[in-house]
């Protein structure tokens, strides 16, 4: 698809975009003529990967989304830069490996506050520029949302959840176009980390099923088409085929895997 017939003109706020997919998100929505509002939690990192796109279209917001006053401040910030919001991508979120067992309440609130409330405070504050604009909200989830997988139950849990939300925005507000996309396991930066079951940051190593690249174009495809849902992969699209049709096959697998499909190998 030629991003730049949807692109050119429009102003695109994404969350969690000073690294990773959503830092390769807005490198293409920048290519395609877009202006983009970068965000994340630290100024210093936002600010570093603006300069390194270029500042001509950029804004750099650090705000923690998670919060309602963060996301408040973020959409505050894009209006009084230019106006209007065309499209909302909610890319900020955390992963967890470790059993539901040894779960800490740490580990539980920043999945939760790290990949459901950032999505709805940061939804919530842009409802109403996207309605003037009748722009898009996209939501990033993973096949994890599929169905809960052994190891990273309250990613799952909390990925699961945007589905929710995705489906009653979509009912409730016509005038936008709310998206969902799923994304396999996609390309990490060096330095990326998630948490254990105790809420201890390390770094993994896993083969990726998507470069960033793919993941990124995939998901400005998904919100310039308006595209209600979409699954990213072969393999993906038959995980949700069978899941639909054949659930109990799908318990079964999982239950003999032993947790190895979503399991990874710290790195030091």
């Keep these: 698809m030629n991003l730049a017939r949807f692109y050119d003109g429009k102003v695109v706020v994404i969350t969690g975009s000073s690294r990773g997919i959503g830092r390769e998100m807005a490198r293409l929505a920048l290519a395609s003529g877009a202006r983009v509002v970068l965000n994340g939690r630290d100024a210093v990192t936002v600010e570093a990967c603006r300069q390194a796109l270029g500042t001509e279209r950029t804004l750099a917001f650090a705000a923690d989304v998670s919060l309602q006053g963060g996301a408040e401040a973020l959409v505050v910030a894009a209006l009084s830069a230019w106006g209007r919001i065309d499209v909302l991508v909610n890319n900020a979120g955390l992963s967890m490996r470790g059993s539901f067992a040894d779960l800490s309440p740490a580990t539980v609130d920043a999945m939760v506050s790290g990949n459901l409330l950032s999505a709805v405070w940061a939804t919530r504050a842009a409802l109403p520029a996207l309605l003037e604009s009748r722009g898009r909200v996209v939501f990033v989830s993973s096949l994890a949302a599929v169905r809960g997988f052994p190891g990273v139950s309250l990613y799952s849990a909390a990925k699961m959840a945007l589905t929710a939300v995705h489906q009653s925005l979509r009912a409730e507000e016509r005038a936008i176009r709310s998206c969902l996309i799923y994304l396999p396991f996609t390309e990490n930066d ?74 990874v190998r710290r790195s030091s």
């Design 190 to 263: 060096p330095e990326k980390t998630v948490l254990d079951a105790q809420g201890t940051p390390f770094r993994h190593e896993r083969r990726a099923s998507a470069t960033q690249e793919q993941a990124a174009r995939a998901v400005l495809s998904a919100a310039a088409r308006g595209r209600g849902q979409t699954v990213l992969t072969a393999a993906g699209r038959i995980l949700f085929w069978m899941q639909s049709w054949f659930p109990g096959l799908v318990d079964f697998v999982l239950t003999r895997s032993r947790g190895s499909i979503h399991s």
